[in-house]
């Protein structure tokens, strides 16, 4: 395990800031929060990866990705185009083909300000982009 952070605390950080999350696995939490600007619900999971090193928070799904090849193409060009422009997140697809937006950070010195930072930071990124990638999901 990474020294100086360990799932208790992770737990303890997300408790003190707030975030309501349930303990699904040993070094894995999902709830859900509120946007500020358009008060829409998204689930998020937290997951710390000991072996690799990272905590990962991660909205997913944001969107699904379309069935039509014409969209889904539209959708990933864009997608890319966000990611040149996100600061600290980013999207991508899983296995699913859901569009997942991720913050990831190292565990070895994460303290409770990062981890708030990045889930402030997704839940900024889904307020204020949403709505559109479920329009080019849906091909409006």
Not at 2 to 27: F, H, N, P, V
Not at 69 to 92: C, D, I, P
Not at 94 to 107: A, G, H
């Amino acid at each position: 395990m990474s020294e100086g952070i360990d799932a208790e605390t992770i737990e303890g950080y997300l408790a003190a800031g707030g975030w309501k999350m349930k303990r699904i696995a040993a070094q894995t939490w999902r709830g859900r929060f509120r946007t500020q600007r358009t008060g829409r619900k998204f689930p998020v999971l937290v997951h710390q990866d000991v072996n690799e090193g990272f905590l990962t928070a991660a909205i997913v799904p944001l969107v699904r990705s379309p069935e039509d090849a014409g969209r889904a193409h539209a959708l990933y060009t864009r997608l890319l185009e966000l990611n040149q422009v996100f600061f600290m997140a980013k999207l991508s697809i899983d296995d699913d083909l859901d569009v997942v937006l991720s913050v990831e950070y190292p565990l070895a010195d994460l303290d409770e300000s990062e981890l708030v930072d990045a889930l402030q930071a997704l839940a900024y990124y889904a307020d204020v982009h949403h709505d559109e990638i479920q329009r080019i999901a849906e091909g409006r």
